[in-house]
């Protein structure tokens, strides 16, 4: 659960519980320098409120899709909806790059190259990832899918798995 929704939830158990009378079934009127400009019927009951609370929706949370990592030196990749985070040299450099990926799930693989800036200056970024079983040689666990990427002329190799 989303920390939104959850501020929401408490929201409206303290405003049930806080509320005496939140049924109002009558004309108000809007009053503007001592005049009346306006009369208008209000009426919210308790089921209406926590209705259009929930419908509130939560922004477009960026969900990872694919997760990739290596060993010698430690790497890690992260795919987004829209954008990928490329984390190398055990964390010392990174690269996050804002763009569509929509084509990971490829039967065939996934190719991609682009340039980006890395180091204050522009070099090429290569992701491959193969359809083919792994182990990651870092945690021992058994991955779907072989990764190599190449940044500033060095090459990162490792496995990834998708985010169910």
């Known amino acids: 659960m989303s920390m939104h929704k959850l ?11 806080a509320c005496t009378q939140i049924n109002s079934n009558s004309e ?3 009053i503007q320098g001592g005049d ?5 019927d209000v009426s919210l009951s308790k089921f209406d409120a926590i209705e259009e609370l929930a419908a509130i929706e939560d922004p477009k949370e ?5 997760k990739a990592s290596g060993i010698e030196p430690g790497w890690f990749a992260e795919f987004y909806d829209n954008k990928l985070r490329l984390v190398v040299e055990y964390g ?4 996050i790059l804002n763009q569509e990926f929509t084509d990971l799930k490829n039967e065939k693989g996934f190719t991609f ?3 980006v800036k890395f180091h204050n200056q522009q070099t090429n970024l290569k992701f491959s990832i193969v359809n083919k079983p792994c ?13 190599t990427v190449e940044l500033n002329k060095k090459i990162y190799k490792g496995c990834g798995y998708f985010i169910k």
Request: aromatic share 10%; net charge positive.
């Open 7 to 17: 501020h929401i939830i408490i929201f409206t158990a303290f405003f049930i519980s």
């Open 28 to 30: 108000k009127a809007i």
């Open 36 to 40: 009346t400009i306006a009369d208008i």
């Open 62 to 66: 960026n969900k990872i899709t694919f």
């Open 92 to 95: 010392k450099d990174s690269v």
């Open 113 to 115: 190259t682009n340039v």
């Open 135 to 147: 182990v990651n040689p870092g945690n021992g666990n058994k991955e779907d899918r072989v990764v």
